[in-house]
């Protein structure tokens, strides 16, 4: 993850380490509600599917070799306090949310308006954007898709629920311990990757259209931990397939049950896509929820039926060490900063 340096020792030190999670390295048909879905046998993608495929794989890999990551305390020290002209904030608040209250001096932008043509417009190709939100799971799904379009796009962890609770719409709750397991479960490798298609003419109008059509399908791209332990439960969990995308000694030391490892580095690969089914829901599991909120995007980009486990591992159980070695500091972001909001501001 990519975190700016700061004044702030303390922060600084957080950084490095919040540097060190981000191991180097996410049609519609195929998917419900997507278009018509292929048979789950089908092993062999057509000719314009596959190039598809390749474009948006293409166009991901860079940002999961090193998820890009600005801390509160950073954005409140250099952009809010410290006036540094080179980066650009946006919020994807509803405009109601937006109007109540949001990081000083962010311009609005809806998060089901991100891929319209005036949103883009809005976005400078020098300056570096920073991405808030309410939980910051919405900011790191804009994120990949920005950075698809060759934008330089960050996100402000945990979002507004970190930064000021009172304004957040959808701030972290406590987590309710779930049970958690150091059991390895494998996946069956030799499943083919869904049939995408595409009307676009180039890359990033590809790009566009597919996460246009994601966004708009009426189906959310989140999973309540609540929800996921309901779903474990029913028939031995065959109505989901969980994967977590943590390092492989954090998944060992303690992962949501049930769920296989495909590493984050490796998650973008042709390898691994090939472990998932085309016919079962798929809830990515990290550690506080915002590399899967990438990763379920990049994954319904290609025809997948997947979800984000909002807050992740961190929701699900917050005493696990599978939270690894950034356990303490993914815990004090559940705090709240009760850094100051302002209200609603002209484009």
Not at 146 to 175: D, E, I, K, V
Not at 233 to 251: C, N, T
Not at 252 to 259: I, K, L, N, S
Request: hydrophobic letters at 40%; proline letters at 5%; one cysteine or more.
């Amino acid at each position: 993850m990519r975190v700016r340096r700061t004044n702030c020792k303390s922060v600084t030190s957080m950084a490095i380490l919040l540097l060190s999670l981000a191991v180097p390295a996410w049609s519609l048909a195929g998917g419900p509600g997507y278009g018509t879905a292929q048979h789950p046998d089908q092993s062999v993608q057509s000719t314009a599917s596959a190039q598809l495929s390749e474009e948006i794989l293409k166009r991901s890999t860079a940002f999961f070799a090193a998820p890009p990551f600005m801390t509160a305390e950073n954005v409140y020290d250099e952009i809010v306090k410290g006036g540094e002209p080179g980066y650009f904030v946006v919020s994807l608040q509803s405009r109601a949310d937006f109007a109540k209250g949001h990081v000083p001096g962010a311009v609005n932008i809806p998060f089901d308006e991100i891929t319209q043509a005036k949103s883009l417009e809005i976005l400078p190709r020098d300056k570096k954007i920073v991405l808030t939100c309410d939980d910051g799971h919405r900011s790191m799904v804009a994120s990949l898709f920005f950075n698809q379009l060759g934008y330089t796009a960050t996100t402000m962890p945990l979002g507004l629920s970190h930064w000021n609770r009172a304004s957040s719409a959808a701030p972290y709750t406590a987590s309710p311990k779930y049970p958690v397991t150091a059991e390895k479960k494998e996946a069956v490798a030799g499943q083919g990757l869904p049939e995408v298609a595409g009307t676009a003419a180039g890359g990033k109008e590809l790009i566009t259209e597919r996460t246009r059509a994601v966004l708009t399908s009426g189906r959310n791209l989140f999973m309540d931990r609540s929800e996921l332990y309901r779903e474990a439960g029913k028939d031995g969990g065959k109505g989901v397939f969980v994967v977590s995308i943590q390092r492989p000694e954090d998944y060992a030391a303690g992962h949501v049950p049930g769920a296989v490892n495909i590493p984050f580095n490796q998650i973008a690969s042709k390898e691994s896509l090939a472990k998932l089914p085309k016919d079962r829901k798929i809830v990515v599991v990290c550690y506080i929820g915002h590399m899967a909120a990438s990763a379920t995007l990049m994954l319904n980009q290609l025809g997948y039926e997947a979800y984000d486990l909002r807050f992740g591992t961190l929701g699900w159980n917050d005493d696990t060490d599978g939270l690894g070695k950034m356990k303490g500091f993914m815990l004090s972001m559940t705090g709240d900063k009760n850094y100051p909001v302002e209200g609603m501001k002209e484009k």
